[in-house]
């Protein structure tokens, strides 16, 4: 699987970004999908996943953030809403099985990642 991130930009306090993920290959539909983030000099924190189970976010995006997928264009998205400066990090989309990424909040349990794209909020 090939994970291909992008959306990202500035934006001010209040606003809006949809971020989106493609990924390559046949078995897309049956991964489990998650978006994570890393600010500088911080770790990578786990933001939002998709399962067969449903969706789960982080308490600090939790009714402002929505993950979804279409699995015909193959593509997860990350609508970012009432953005904050907080918000400001790198995200990152990652995939793996429903098996392997039992704890999906640790981004060790997944082995695929896009290459990341920069969500900047001002002030």
């Known amino acids: 699987v090939q994970l291909q991130a992008s959306g990202g930009g500035l934006v001010q306090a209040g606003g809006s970004l949809r971020l989106s993920c493609v990924a390559s290959g046949r078995t897309f539909s049956s991964y489990a999908m998650g978006w994570f983030r890393q600010a500088p000099g911080k770790e990578r924190e786990f933001v939002a996943a998709?399962?067969?189970?449903?969706?789960y976010y982080a308490d600090s995006v939790n009714g402002r953030f929505a993950i979804s997928r279409d699995s015909a264009k193959n593509t997860v998205y990350l609508q970012m809403n009432s953005l904050e400066p907080e918000d400001t990090a790198v995200y990152y989309c990652a995939a793996d099985t429903e098996y392997r990424t039992w704890g999906y909040k640790l981004w060790t349990q997944y082995a695929y990642w896009g290459q990341g794209t920069q969500v900047t909020v001002s002030s």
């Open positions: 998709i399962r067969r189970s449903g969706t």
